[in-house]
């Protein structure tokens, strides 16, 4: 029972990473938590107050002319609309039995869902370009009238985060996610309720607060080098250079919901890891009994409630670790707004982990498209025969390359969160004293979280996983 | 940032850097012996033994003897071994790719085992 099960996770196609080497494991969490104390003692009250959160960027002449010209918005929609196209297209009428013949799986899982969010943390907000139903709303606005018809409740972004974590079940617990025909249906439905909301509740709204990955991206672009301002009409006003991951200590957005998105972020990039470990084997078999006798849905429960525990598990260490942060820091302060500013210190581990955990997917995986290329409808075509023998390149992805890329992300990471995290204390609890002693817990927090990443990315993994 | 930090900061990252080259070098394997290995495949199910293992830089020999027809396909490598029931079928090559390569019985895409090429 487990293997045949295993073939249905991660997306789609099998992994090759190899655990990391035990002694580079070693090596990269002793370097973590030695590196933890020496930032914090190093940097102990060098900025309090509204310094510590102000950073240095430049603006850009160039980004900010480009910013005003419609190409970017105009060629990223046009990519995105292709895309959408290519998945809805591909996946109801191209090959359903292999789904790595399938352009449609390739475009979502590799390029969409691992690529662009590495991409988005490594040059900005590459979502605000691409999204197909933004700019399909935006054609359509150019020729008919759209005028909200409902103003959208103040949900915060609540729905933006019960569509992230559905999404985040089609690609986890429902074992769907190598089906072609259902990631496109799922395309298409999405795109029906993203078109609708933005007609009826207006376009920025329902983006802002229902999209989930404009949420998510919004997020992920934080870490990003690149920053916009706009003026009140929203036209780009300037385009500046920053660097990265500076973006999160800027005006945090209060509120649980966008602690629990960010929280979930968290906790679905690492159950992607977890299931593909023994340790989950053993919680998926102890727990047979329940759900063996539920048929193809019992997979779906034990999968979807792995990953409810593990985000509520998350939660509460975390607001856990924030109250005795707030306890340290023996200041006066918001405590909601306190939080949000402080989960947005967590994102750089998020991102990295997501790096180091797809990157071979990525490097390898990816290339597997090429020869589809040749004929993406399964239909016997020979479009570009000269693609249909490539073989995947395994140039940067041996193991090795692998090991040393994934635990130098994984410590970059760790050192640009714990650093922020600081700087945001100084900010908040003002004095360097209280500041130094609130990072504590924070400290212990990412220690252990960078920890998990390390360890799931050292354990060895399980079939297709 | 002061002089006095950038100094430490830069002492913590050189001995990082050290300690893990000296690991690495103290680990490096040693590759380019000759590996065979000789598998059985029963009805299109089940693959003795499943996980085979070799080190970048082998020449791996893996021979096959099924009891069934049919293909099957080492992943990753992208080697068809054609079984023909009761005879052996075997291929040659040099492990230039480190990882976890799966082996599968290609027509019903059914996991037989996999070959581990570690650096």
Known sequence: MIPSIGILLHG?????????????????AGF??????????????????????QYPRRASRWLTSLGRTPWPRGVGGVIGVLALATVIVTGFVGSQKHPELNPAEYVVWIYFWAATVILSGLVGNLWYLLNPWAAIYDAASRFIPLRP????????????????????????????????????????????????GMVLFGRDAWLERCEAFTVLFGIVARFGPVEAERDESGRIAAVYIRPWGVGLLKDPPVGWDRVLFIILMLSTLAFDGVIATPAWQDFDIALEPIWLPMGSMGFFFIRTLGLVLLTVAFLLVFIAVMHAVLYFGSRK????????????????????????????????????????????????????????????????????????????????????????????????????????????????????????????????????? | ???????????????????????????????GQKVTIAVTVTKASSMTPSDLTAHHGDIVTISIKSDTDGEVHLHGYDIPFDCVAGQTVSHTFTADKTGDFEIEWESASTHLGHLVVTP
């Open chain 1, 149 to 196: 018809a409902f103003r959208l409740p103040a949900l915060g972004v609540w729905p933006a985060a019960a569509l992230y974590f559905s999404f985040a079940c089609l690609e986890l617990t429902s074992g769907m996610s190598n089906r072609p025909s259902i990631v496109a249906l799922a395309a298409l439905a999405y795109t029906c309720l993203t078109l609708a």
């Open chain 1, 333 to 465: 302060v918001d405590r909601k707004a306190t939080i949000s500013a402080f989960a947005l210190t967590l994102v750089p581990i998020a991102l990295v982990y997501n790096a180091a955990h797809n990157y071979s997917y990525v490097m390898v995986q990816s290339q597997g498209i090429i020869p589809v290329l040749n004929d993406p409808l399964a239909s016997g075509w020979h479009l570009l025969p000269s693609l249909a023998g490539y073989t995947p390149s395994f140039a940067l992805a041996q193991a090795s390359t692998v090991w040393y890329a994934q635990v130098v992300l994984i410590v970059l990471g760790h050192i640009i969160a714990v650093y922020l995290a600081h700087l945001r204390a100084g900010e908040r609890f003002r004095t360097m004293q209280r500041a130094l002693l609130s990072q504590y817990p924070m400290l212990i927090l990412m220690v252990a979280y960078t920890w998990i990443s390390l360890t799931i990315l050292a354990a060895p993994t399980t079939t297709g996983g």
């Open chain 2, 1 to 31: 940032m002061s002089r006095a930090r950038i100094a430490i900061v830069a002492t913590v990252v050189v001995a990082f850097v050290i300690v893990a080259g000296v690991l690495v070098y103290a680990n490096q394997s040693h590759g």
């Open chain 1, 32 to 53: 973590v938590v030695v590196v933890s104390f020496v930032l914090v003692v190093v940097f102990a009250g060098e900025k309090v107050g509204e310094r510590a959160v």
């Open chain 1, 12 to 28: 789609f196609g099998q992994r090759y990473d190899l655990p990391i080497s035990r002694y580079l494991y070693f090596v990269a």
